[in-house]
């Protein structure tokens, strides 16, 4: 059955089934939504590992700038390594492996880009 979600919401909320099913009827693993952010910033910035994993493996854009508002031009390992006073150790921990993972497939900041001229 078809979840009643949309995917950018899977991925914020950390249902990854739901992400999975969208993905195997064809949806953009790079499908741009609010002010640019992809699945892959949503999932970096919540700490859901499980689906940051998977959407690398599915060819999601490591290095994907957010368009506009206040976190314009962030990328995903600027979401997993920011914002952490809210959370739990346990999600400041997960969101401490998703900055590693996303390095590990050439994870760059925003900072990182523009010195290269990207």
């Known amino acids: 059955s078809t979840p009643n979600i949309s995917i950018h919401d899977a991925a914020a909320k950390g249902n990854i089934d739901a992400v999975k099913h969208h993905l195997a ?28 994993e998977l959407l690398i493996a599915e060819g999601a854009d ?33 969101k401490k492996e998703i900055a590693e993972l996303l390095r590990k497939h050439g994870g760059k900041t925003a900072e990182e880009l523009k010195a290269e001229g990207k």
């Open 25 to 52: 009827t064809g949806a953009d693993v790079n499908a741009k939504g609010y002010r640019g952010f992809t699945l892959l910033h949503y999932a970096a910035r919540n700490g859901h590992k499980e689906i940051v």
């Open 62 to 94: 490591v290095n994907v700038k957010i368009l506009s508002g206040p976190s314009i031009g962030n990328t995903p390992l600027d979401l997993a390594a920011s914002k952490m006073d809210n959370f739990l150790p346990k999600d400041k921990a997960a």
